[in-house]
């Protein structure tokens, strides 16, 4: 059977974004080149597993997908099909079509819609009218101006893109090439807008705008919460139990961070300003650390002798008193 989009994130077709997401991260862990230094095969299926979740989680991507088949869908994403043909051509309308990452679709039907507006302008909803003809024949023509209609443009990004911000070029209605900055701190479903990049006007009207939709993918390892980034940490019950100095991924690099002496299983550090910068206002959010204890599974005869001294030593009894 030949392998799609949800065969590769192991979902159903009927899959909601929430379990996309869930197996997304799952298979993202599994697969991240950190995890698999030198593993040109995982290093393969992680950018498999990034390509699937981008198209699902893209809900015009998705429902051309569905509609095409996964192999239509990549020929016409990676330019396998003839000569110059978009999605817009492919469906017959629907405006211009896209590059790989981003759609434009409008904001409106690009068919009947202008009779309708037409229509709507004679008996004068709020247009600009001029008037031309032959001033011997008594006859005159009435010509509206209207603004252009916004365009839509979806474009998916990375978490560290989100991070830090980036620059990326688009392609506007009439073709011609845009570049876009995207600010460090923009959340998944936060829009861009740029003023007068949308589809011309008419007659002389103001052309629309562009608002660039954008869809963060998230990390395998950190979430994000508002402008706070949480990240789980697993330590050892000695690190736990005795404290200590330990190592932990930020999203600018690795930091040293101490652990208190009798920290619990779900304890929270912060990181003060390691977390996404504000998009309104100046300052950062912080990371947040969360200790996971993990317990060994195998600890063998002499192992389970000292932690039955270390027992009697402390007896300590934590439910005592808890319910009572």
Not at 236 to 258: D, H, N, S, W, Y
């Amino acid at each position: 059977m030949a392998r799609d989009f949800y065969s590769m994130l192991g979902v159903k077709r009927g899959a909601d974004e929430a379990e996309i997401k869930k197996a997304y991260r799952k298979l993202a862990r599994k697969y991240h080149p950190d995890v698999n230094p030198g593993d040109s095969g995982a290093e393969e299926r992680f950018k498999e597993v990034q390509r699937a979740y981008e198209v699902l989680m893209d809900k015009q991507q998705r429902e051309i997908y569905d509609q095409v088949g996964h192999e239509n869908f990549e020929r016409g994403v990676r330019g396998g099909g003839p000569a110059g043909t978009e999605y817009g051509d492919i469906f017959g309308g629907g405006g211009p079509g896209a590059g790989r990452g981003y759609t434009y679709t409008t904001s409106g039907d690009a068919g009947n819609m202008q009779d309708i507006f037409e229509q709507m302008f004679r008996q004068g909803f709020g247009t600009d009218r001029s008037w031309s003809g032959s001033p011997f024949g008594g006859q005159h023509r009435e010509q509206y101006s209207r603004r252009g209609r916004d365009m839509q443009s979806e474009l998916s990004i990375s978490f560290g893109d989100a991070y830090l911000g980036k620059k990326v070029r688009l392609r506007d209605a009439e073709g011609k090439e845009l570049e876009v900055t995207i600010p460090g701190g923009i959340e998944d479903g936060g829009r861009v807008k740029l003023h007068g990049k949308g589809e011309p006007g008419v007659n002389g009207g103001p052309p629309g705008d562009l608002h660039v939709n954008v869809r963060v993918q998230p990390h395998p390892y950190f979430e994000r919460r508002g402008d706070n980034i949480y990240l789980d940490v697993p330590v050892t019950f000695e690190e736990a139990a005795l404290g200590g100095k330990i190592e932990v991924p930020t999203m600018t690099g690795r930091v040293q961070m101490t652990i208190p002496a009798g920290s619990a299983g779900g304890s929270e550090m912060r990181l003060r300003g390691k977390g996404f910068p504000h998009l309104r206002g100046t300052g950062r959010g912080d990371q947040i650390v969360r200790l996971e204890i993990v317990v060994p599974k195998e600890i063998g005869m002499r192992g389970r002798e000292l932690l039955r001294e270390f027992a009697n030593l402390t007896q300590q009894n934590p439910r005592l008193g808890r319910w009572s």
